[in-house]
């Protein structure tokens, strides 16, 4: 039986240190200097994108409602209009912000060298999360939220992976660094889930634990080839 590997991006292919945060404060600049106003001071605005961020992840809204919203909040004039430059400016800091995880692109190499089929799946919306792939050296699809319409730990996500890959969810492997959207999410779907812990963190006791745990992506090329034999 053939088995498959999917993976995460963010905090396990590669970081982006908080680039959309920092995109946003871009656009507040933009939104005082044709009239409008900030909030509260820096660090409150920080928070205040940050929640609007985590809700937006979490399913509460798709990335141009969420900038829509800031700019209403925020005096912009015609709010819809900024989604578009705030997508454009994502993507112009990618280049420079995103930095893989130094392991990604052997794993990814030897995968690929030994015919294992690899999908990419992360919470979030395209083209951005398909340049944070790129950067870490995965040139194949990548499967955002939201095009999909489903996100992590939904069932229908991981089956959304599973069925670009051809495998059944028993034969993938799906790697990630959050316990509860990556670990019980593919868990939960039926995936053999595993745990990315490359930062020593505690695994939350509430929480069964992943089938495989794993310190280095390098990890899953012992992973994968003994579960195969």
């Excluded at 912009?76 to 692109?105: H, N, Q, S, W």
Aim: a negative charge.
């Amino acid at each position: 039986m053939g088995f498959a590997v999917g993976f995460d991006i963010d905090h396990t292919l590669a970081i982006d240190n908080k680039l959309e945060r920092v995109a946003l404060l871009h656009l507040l600049d933009r939104i005082v200097a044709e009239g409008g106003h900030a909030l509260g001071t820096l660090q409150h605005e920080t928070e205040a994108i940050d929640a609007l961020l985590a809700h937006q992840r979490e399913g509460g809204s798709s990335i141009d409602d969420a900038v829509a919203r800031f700019a209403k909040e925020r005096g912009g004039r015609t709010p819809e209009a900024y989604a578009e430059g705030f997508r454009r400016l994502c993507l112009r800091m990618a280049e420079t912000f995103i930095v893989a995880d130094p392991e990604a692109k052997h794993t990814i190499d030897r995968l690929h060298a030994r015919g294992v089929p690899i999908g990419v799946l992360s919470n979030g919306w395209n083209p951005l999360q398909t340049a944070k792939a790129r950067r870490a050296g995965f040139m194949g699809t990548v499967l955002a939220s939201g095009d999909i319409g489903a996100r992590k730990p939904e069932p229908e996500a991981f089956a959304a992976l599973c069925r670009s890959l051809g495998v059944e969810p028993e034969q993938c492997f799906y790697v990630g660094d959050d316990p509860a959207a990556d670990v019980m999410g593919a868990m939960r779907a039926g995936l053999q889930a595993v745990w990315l812990d490359n930062e020593g963190r505690r695994y939350p006791a509430d929480l069964p634990p992943p089938h495989h745990t794993i310190r280095s992506l390098r990890d899953v090329l012992d992973l994968v080839p003994a579960a195969v034999s």
